[in-house]
């Protein structure tokens, strides 16, 4: 094979459609577009414009309150660090992080911070180290022999 003998694979690369080029392409006259109007034209961007009418969005009142600081955690319970455990994934023995919980692949991202929560049975020894953890997952850990370390807590006492 040479250089000049490169091709993409056949149908890799779709030739656009050129529209208004007459009634013979299938896309002529008024391309597509239907007729006349405002949206028949270019440069529209009429998302929730009702006529000049007040729109249904700026009619309708406001309600509620949006804290743009809230942390979003990524829940996890003890059942599935349990079954990650026994299937090899986590190692009993090291301590658990966050990073450790994506590695094995029982979370795919960390958002703010992992919560653990306490649903399900816990058997192995393990040490938690997550932003936070429920009151019933840290019993159920400390039950199993186990330790919980809180970072979130540290940050919000300081």
């Known amino acids: 094979m040479k250089l000049d003998e490169i091709r993409d694979n056949p149908g890799a ?13 299938g ?3 008024t391309a597509g577009r239907g007729v006349k109007g405002q949206k028949a034209r270019t440069g529209v961007a009429i998302k929730g414009f009702e006529g000049g009418q007040m729109p249904l969005h700026r009619r309708l009142p406001k309600r ?14 003890l059942a599935k660090i349990q079954a990650a455990v026994d299937a ?5 023995g090291q301590p658990v992080t966050e990073a450790a919980l994506v590695t094995a692949g029982v979370l795919r991202r ?3 911070g992992v919560r653990v929560l306490g649903t399900g049975e816990l058997s192995a020894k393990v040490t938690l180290e997550v ?6 997952a840290v019993a159920a850990v400390e039950k199993a022999g186990g330790s919980v370390s809180m970072l ?3 940050v919000e006492a300081e």
């Open 64 to 77: 509620g309150f949006h804290n743009i600081f809230r942390l979003d955690y990524n829940e996890v319970s």
């Open 152 to 154: 979130a807590a540290a």
């Open 110 to 112: 960390v958002k703010d």
């Open 13 to 25: 690369r779709k030739k656009r459609m050129r529209v208004g080029r007459g009634i013979g392409s």
């Open 27 to 29: 896309k002529g006259k």
């Open 88 to 92: 090899g994934r986590l190692d009993a």
């Open 131 to 136: 932003a936070y953890a429920t009151k019933s």
